[in-house]
């Protein structure tokens, strides 16, 4: 693995991280890639970046930051996090995960949380194992919460 950083979403990376799974139809427990861009474009708050190692795009997170909202779960964290499956197991999850973290202490949050699909062959080990502690459920998915 090169150098991993984030970028913004551009008219040159746009090709690629559109390609990142899944596919638009495809079973999965996070919306493809196009959709998050979608949703980005209507959402202000929203805070979409492609993870690059080197100059290959190998991964999407997509963060919200919306101190005000309503339904605290949404008010600071993660998403969207896709990975190309090449770059799955190298790392590129967990720091996507210290980017969004770092992004939310320069923003002046504490906490960032993230919601996941509870099945057996969801996210929730990863989320685990990068720091997320279960703090309660919404929408019948997951939440989880870290300290930033």
Do not use: C, H
């Not at 919601?115 to 997951?142: H, S």
Request: glycine share 10%; charged share 25%.
């Amino acid at each position: 693995m090169g150098e991993l950083r984030l970028a913004e979403l551009d008219a040159d990376n746009l090709p690629a991280v559109i390609q990142i799974p899944p596919a638009v139809g495809e079973k999965a427990y996070v919306a493809p890639v196009v959709y998050s861009i979608a949703e980005a474009y209507v959402t202000p708050t929203a805070w979409p970046r492609v993870i690059l190692d080197g100059d290959a795009v190998v991964g999407f997170v997509m963060a919200n930051w919306d101190p005000d909202n309503e339904i605290p779960a949404f008010r600071g964290g993660i998403w969207r996090l896709n990975i190309a499956d090449d770059a799955k197991g190298r790392g590129v999850g967990r720091f996507a995960v210290e980017e969004v973290a770092a992004e939310a202490r320069r923003r002046g949050y504490d906490e960032i949380t993230v919601l996941w699909d509870p099945a057996p062959d969801g996210p929730e080990g990863f989320y685990l194992r990068v720091g997320f502690q279960k703090t309660g459920e919404l929408f019948g998915e997951t939440i989880g919460t870290r300290r930033v």
